[in-house]
């Protein structure tokens, strides 16, 4: 009987991840016409100061990547006071000054002060020479403009810009400004709640192993105990290795080499449960073997082609991993002639809409999408009876996408 091959599902598209990824690419296209046209000489005065206050500002951006920590705080006001032109910039969350650069640093003490009314009010102040007092006749400091800078509809810092004089189109710069530093703040928060939700979900996928799995593995050992003590050491060691490797404390990506590693690990275990009634195959690329993968990515989608494919199969069950070079990416395939699953089931899986005994599809496929892009999600082709065939695509290299802690 033919194998039926429906239409592959994918997930639908994470609007917040987009969003992230979409103002990466914006940064990273403004950054190659900053290259490119660094390498022309300038005719128009107006083409240099605008070039110049784009790479004035990209600089300003490698220091913010983090958020507002009072380092990156420090490296940020220099380039902040090249783009405003102001004597002095300083910069004060809602407990301490951050930073100050230029002229009449002993008026940074000053700053958190002078801020106070912006913090508490989110409405820009100017400060002029009665608000700024200072016993030194040359002083350069005689007036200030403070900004909010505001992060998920709270103000948490305050940006201020010093000088002798004060003028309206420095005050709208300087609220621009502090409206740009907001938003690069707000961008590093999306940044580590990524993060976060990576974290979350690979501890999601390790509670997921443990009690199924592990359950399986010792009763699979228990019974070699009495009838073949040496085969049950083995499978000791491998049961040892594979929860040291899922557990692991570490990055975010592996190398598709431990990878699967750890899979031959677990396919030793669950061979040890099922017997000859469990074929595996695998076909491996050695050119791929070196490519970065999102920790724990293929385990789940081997260990679900078992369970769903093989455990409720009568007789021998075949499963077939495969990793291809292709181009610029590796293409990795898991396959089973089990029992196969309803499109419509594996739809909801995948768009997380639910969970049952396939959580993990959805995880692995929220996380590929996550590190390489939403062409980079799973695709799964299955009909009841005719089995599952589950694959996706990794770039052999992506940006920020490293293996290691």
Not at 2 to 21: F, T
Not at 93 to 111: E, F, I, P
Not at 280 to 291: D, G, H, M, R
Request: proline share 5%.
């Amino acid at each position: 009987m033919p194998r039926v091959a429906p239409m592959p599902v994918q997930a639908p598209v994470d609007a917040m991840v987009v969003s992230v990824a979409g103002v990466g690419l914006i940064f990273g296209l403004a950054l190659l016409v900053i290259r490119l046209v660094r390498r022309r000489r300038f005719v128009d005065p107006v083409d240099r100061a605008t070039y110049e206050t784009l790479h004035t500002a990209a600089l300003a951006t490698r220091s913010l990547r983090d958020g507002l920590t009072p380092e990156g705080a420090t490296r940020a006001t220099r380039h902040l006071r090249s783009m405003l032109g102001s004597t002095a910039v300083a910069i004060t969350d809602t407990a301490a000054t951050l930073a100050w650069d230029g002229a009449g640093s002993h008026h940074r003490n000053h700053v958190r002060a002078h801020a106070e009314p912006v913090l508490s009010s989110g409405r820009t102040l100017v400060l002029g020479f009665d608000e700024i007092v200072c016993h030194d006749p040359d002083c350069s400091i005689r007036s200030g403009i403070i900004a909010p800078i505001v992060a998920d509809d709270r103000v948490v810092a305050a940006l201020a810009a010093y000088g002798r004089h004060t003028s309206t189109g420095l005050v709208r710069a300087t609220e621009e400004l502090a409206g740009w530093i907001s938003t690069q703040i707000e961008l590093a928060e999306l940044g580590r709640q990524r993060t976060r939700v990576v974290e979350a979900e690979l501890r999601a996928l390790r509670a997921q192993i443990s009690p199924h799995f592990i359950y399986n593995c010792l009763a699979a050992i228990a019974s070699f105990v009495r009838t073949d003590p040496d085969r049950a050491r083995e499978l000791l060691l491998e049961f040892a290795d594979f929860t040291r490797y899922a557990l692991r404390r570490g990055g975010a990506y592996t190398t598709l080499r431990d990878e699967l590693q750890n899979i031959e690990r677990y396919l030793a275990l669950e061979k040890a449960r099922f017997g000859e009634r469990l074929v595996v195959s695998l076909t491996i690329a050695p050119e791929v073997l070196a490519v970065s993968v999102p920790f724990l990515a293929i385990q789940p989608l081997v260990e679900n082609a078992v369970r769903h494919g093989i455990e409720h199969k009568a007789g021998v069950g075949h499963v077939t991993i495969t990793a291809a070079d292709v181009g610029a990416t590796a293409e990795i395939t898991i396959e089973d002639d089990g029992a196969g699953s309803d499109p419509e089931t594996m739809r909801a899986v995948l768009a997380g809409e639910s969970g049952g005994d396939s959580l993990g599809l959805g995880n692995v496929d929220a996380r590929l999408r996550q590190a390489f892009g939403d062409e980079y999600g799973l695709v799964v082709e299955t009909a009841p009876g005719a089995g599952t065939k589950v694959s996706f695509r990794v770039p052999k290299f992506a940006p920020g996408v490293h293996s290691g802690p």
